[in-house]
């Protein structure tokens, strides 16, 4: 398995060189890509110090903050064109742990999507409020119920694709940005017939830095997540009438 770990960043100075070597000990047989917007702290200069020290480390820097949708397709596409089988996402605030990583990459030998999830056996949030919890949770039941995902934490965005995966998703056309582009990216999995599995994680809110995520965001994805479920009929008889 050659497994490419796509990291977006955007002012992560912070956090950066620690994940870098969080990750090199968690899994040292995987490359990563740090997929910088741009920052203005200097991450990517970071990123670039530490390739040299850590190894199998490259950046790719954008010209201008595009969202973390672009940023993962933007990885994706590099990584395709290196070669790569297997592509990770992670986030660089340390919310994802890279220790559990080793595990979703046991999963991916046998699925094509492997979902760090939340909100299955063992899956856990130490630190949200209840209401939080209960936001979080039933967005993710929504989306599952009105996309027919059968994903209990379809807005997470801990991950492994396969190459296969991802040519069936067809990621290059994906619009949606985050928690709306993990469940664009779980939707065409699963209606593209892309095997899914869940694997139990532990999430944490960042320590340092600042979130990216906003109320808007969310209310984003669930205005798409209605607009796709009102075009599920439709799509289901236009494959109906080609086959």
Request: charged share 25%; with cysteine.
């Amino acid at each position: 398995m050659r497994t490419l770990v796509v990291l977006p960043t955007y002012n992560e100075i912070l956090n950066v060189a620690e994940m870098l070597t969080a990750l090199r000990s968690a899994v040292p047989e995987c490359h990563v890509l740090v997929v910088d917007d741009a920052s203005p702290d200097g991450t990517a200069a970071r990123a670039r110090a530490l390739s040299e020290e850590l190894g199998q480390i490259e950046v790719l820097e954008r010209t201008a903050k595009s969202g973390l949708g672009r940023a993962y397709c933007a990885g994706f596409a590099w990584g395709l064109e290196a070669g790569f089988d297997h592509f990770v996402e992670i986030d660089c605030d340390f919310s994802h742990d890279p220790l559990a990583l080793p595990a979703l990459l046991v999963a991916a030998n046998d699925h094509e999507v492997v979902i760090g999830s939340r909100y299955v056996p063992g899956g856990k949030i130490p630190r949200w409020t209840l209401s939080r919890r209960l936001l979080s949770r039933g967005g993710n039941q929504y989306a599952s119920t009105a996309l027919g995902l059968k994903v209990a934490d379809s807005t997470s965005g801990f991950r492994v694709y396969a190459k296969s995966a991802l040519e069936k998703i067809d990621f290059e056309t994906v619009t949606a940005d985050g928690y709306g582009f993990q469940i664009e990216m779980t939707y065409r999995a699963r209606r593209n017939g892309a095997s899914i599995v869940e694997v139990p994680i532990s999430f944490s809110d960042r320590q340092r830095g600042v979130s990216k995520m906003s109320g808007a965001i969310v209310l984003e994805a669930m205005a798409l997540v209605t607009k796709w479920a009102v075009e599920r009929p439709f799509q289901r008889a236009a494959l109906d009438a080609v086959n």
